[in-house]
């Protein structure tokens, strides 16, 4: 990356910009495009919130939910090995257009992903953004190299930080056009999608879905972290994590700009003591306990709301924030047993319905005509294991204790009696 910009090898994301007069130049510049954002927003935001009651669910492909953010530089051949026993069937791939150089190595580590699905998040740069030939050169290579290995293209990524290099919505469409303009014209059997926005601020991802450019996205990324509120279930403005997700799957659902496709490609939590590599500061940092049993339940809030497609993990092998730790030698942290166990169990699952009671939650799907129920509470409670029950922790050990500790640290319950026999809590 070029000045002032910086890439942070820690974190894998860019450094903070600091040069104050450069970013009130470039905001000054597109202040008519931040402009039309807030006045797009007052009008699409309230109309989409009356809106959420009348979106459908729809059947979301199990098979194809669970995903995993991979750096193909890292660690390459651990991190095929630790692929395979995961079981996971979707790759996310991040591929900075600033380092062209090494497209022929990600090319190799796509070809050694067999009967993988594999999404690329293009990663822009400053200098891609103001050269739009340059990126249309760019990104044809991609294309050539890669589109009969690569079956999602991302296209751009966080563009409502400064430090990610776009300063405006407007910057992001033009972007977005040259991509969707070799689509069209060259690719047209590739699939792209788009937006980018991260965090729960949909006044740009109103932008991004409601505007007078001449593309479509073939469904919508976005990167919807929530770790600065804590647990999934908590609130922001009033608005928990499936609250979020139904707003943005109505933004969705009334945009002409998309198919109804929403993918969350970017999500995790920074853990505690792993400066300077967790991505933000000791204070959003959660314990490795935490981060898995908040990982998990982002994973089957998500999935509840049958509106997301797919939802990528940030990431396999990182130190500040990853399932394994790579500081000194590979270490798996507990999330890792947890997710491999979610995704073995999950991937064939048919949903059934969410039940939340005074912050007890009970996912209920099927999965070969058996009934498993996953139980996680905000307040510790108990329950009676009964006879019909075959319970195992969020890690995949077998539970046989005669009562149960309900906790937040989610546990797995395959019932033999007919689904629509209730269980009792203490």
């Not at 390459?76 to 979707?90: C, D």
């Not at 409502?160 to 407007?170: E, M, Q």
């Not at 905000?378 to 204790?401: H, M, Q």
Request: hydrophobic letters at 40%.
């Amino acid at each position: 990356m070029k000045a002032p910009f910086k890439w942070d090898n820690y974190s894998d994301q860019p450094a903070l910009l600091t040069d104050k007069v450069y970013k009130k130049k470039m905001r000054q510049k597109e202040f008519a495009s931040l402009l039309k954002t807030y006045l797009l927003a007052l009008f699409i935001l309230p109309f989409s919130l009356l809106a959420m009651p009348f979106v459908k669910r729809k059947e979301v492909d199990s098979s194809q939910f669970f995903s995993m953010g991979v750096d193909f530089e890292r660690n390459p051949q651990e991190t095929l090995t630790l692929l395979e026993e995961l079981e996971v069937e979707s790759i996310l791939l991040r591929f900075k257009l600033w380092e062209m150089n090494k497209l022929e190595e990600l090319q190799t580590f796509i070809g050694k992903l067999e009967n993988k699905h594999i999404t690329l998040k293009i990663l822009q740069d400053r200098e891609h953004i103001e050269d739009l030939h340059l990126l249309e050169h760019d990104l044809q290579l991609i294309f050539q190299t890669l589109h009969t290995s690569v079956d999602v293209y991302e296209i751009g990524s966080t563009i409502n930080r400064s430090k990610w290099g776009f300063f405006s919505v407007d910057e992001y469409h033009r972007f977005y056009q040259v991509a969707y303009n070799l689509q069209q014209n060259k690719f047209q059997e590739i699939c792209l999608i788009g937006s980018g926005v991260i965090d729960f601020e949909y006044h740009f991802t109103a932008h991004t879905l409601f505007n007078f450019f001449k593309y479509h996205y073939d469904g919508i990324a976005s990167l919807l972290y929530v770790d600065r509120r804590g647990a999934p279930e908590n609130t922001q403005m009033g608005f928990t994590l499936s609250d979020k997700i139904a707003l943005l799957s109505t933004l969705i659902w009334l945009s002409p700009k998309t198919s109804n496709k929403l993918y969350i490609t970017e999500t995790n939590w920074p853990l505690s003591g792993t400066s300077p590599y967790a991505p933000t500061s000791e204070k959003e940092c959660v314990s490795e306990d935490m981060y898995s049993d908040y990982m998990l339940r982002f994973h089957y809030l998500a999935f509840a709301s049958q509106q997301v497609d797919a939802i990528a993990w940030h990431q396999l092998i990182a130190a500040g924030y990853g399932l394994v730790d790579n500081r000194d030698s590979l270490h798996k942290r507990k999330a890792f047993a947890s997710y491999k166990f979610m995704v073995q169990t999950l991937k064939n699952a048919q949903f059934l319905r969410l039940d939340i009671k005074r912050g007890y939650y009970i996912l209920q799907c099927l999965i070969k005509e058996q009934l498993l129920q996953i139980h996680w509470s905000l307040k510790p409670t108990s329950l009676l294991n009964e006879a019909s029950f075959e319970v195992y922790s969020s890690e995949g050990k077998r539970i046989e204790d005669k009562e149960l500790t309900i906790s937040s640290d989610p546990i797995y319950l395959f019932i033999t009696h007919s689904v629509g026999e209730k269980v009792n809590c203490l």
